[in-house]
């Protein structure tokens, strides 16, 4: 079974705060997604990383998916309370004609006004 | 139109009971999914659509049955469920090519007495 690991697995913070959460797995992907997901909805994709070393920014996101690609890091800067949620990671690999997610462990944070 | 719809939003049954939950999206997406989370936990797949023809069932109980009556529309129909059923029901939609997306519907949340 393909595990992707991601910590710290909850972070509690206080808005303006800097804060980074990895993903590692062992396993190699075509690509990695991040996506936030609030209480009770689905999760919202945030970005797709392709290249292993790539780095793409949205807004005071900074996603970055390693030289193997086989982890990826999400640093937010600045942290807001509407950044608070559940931020998954999500690995693909092919099969037979399409992307297989593998999902990471899920990352609880919440920002404090 | 970049979103994948769901309904109902929250469904309560009996463990007699049939219902059947209902995803729709029309980005010309292709690959179409259903995925089962419970709290506190990432997403977990249970079957995948490729051009409206179920390629993966990860071993899910005969008491869910998937259709896809056409390229936009996917269906799950529930019967006999049980209470450890409950959770957040996810559809997904991806196209089928290099660097794949998925982007997920809001869910059903169904709770089965």
């Known amino acids: 079974t393909q595990l992707l690991e991601q910590s710290p697995q909850f972070l509690s913070i206080q808005e303006g705060e800097n804060l980074t959460v990895y993903c590692n797995s062992s396993?190699?992907?075509?690509?990695l997604q991040w996506y936030r997901q609030e209480p009770g909805e689905g999760p919202v994709l945030l970005v797709t990383?392709?290249?292993?070393?790539e780095v793409k920014k949205l807004k005071r996101l900074t996603f970055q998916f390693g030289d193997a690609r086989k982890d990826s890091s999400l640093h937010i800067t600045a942290a807001q309370p509407g950044d608070t949620g559940l931020y998954l990671c999500?690995?693909?690999?092919?099969?037979?004609?399409?992307?297989?997610?593998?999902f990471g462990t899920g990352t609880r944070l919440l920002v404090s006004p | 139109d970049t979103e994948v719809t769901q309904t109902p939003k929250h469904l309560v049954m009996g463990m007699t009971n049939k219902k059947s939950l209902k995803c729709e999206q029309h980005?010309?997406?292709?690959?179409m999914y259903w995925y089962k989370q419970k709290a506190k936990k990432p997403p977990e797949l249970m079957f995948v659509y490729s051009y409206e023809k179920l390629s993966i069932n990860e071993s899910v109980p005969s008491r869910f049955s998937p259709e896809c009556p056409n390229s936009s529309l996917l269906n799950l129909h529930l019967h006999a469920l049980q209470p450890e059923d409950s959770a957040l029901y996810l559809c997904?939609?991806?196209?089928?090519?290099?660097?794949?997306?998925?982007?997920f519907g809001p869910g059903t949340r169904l709770t089965v007495l």
């Open positions: 990383v392709v290249t292993g070393g």
């Open positions: 980005m010309g997406h292709r690959a």
């Open positions: 997904a939609s991806s196209q089928l090519k290099a660097g794949d997306e998925q982007f």
């Open positions: 999500a690995g693909a690999q092919q099969d037979t004609g399409f992307q297989k997610l593998v």
């Open positions: 396993s190699v992907f075509s690509s």
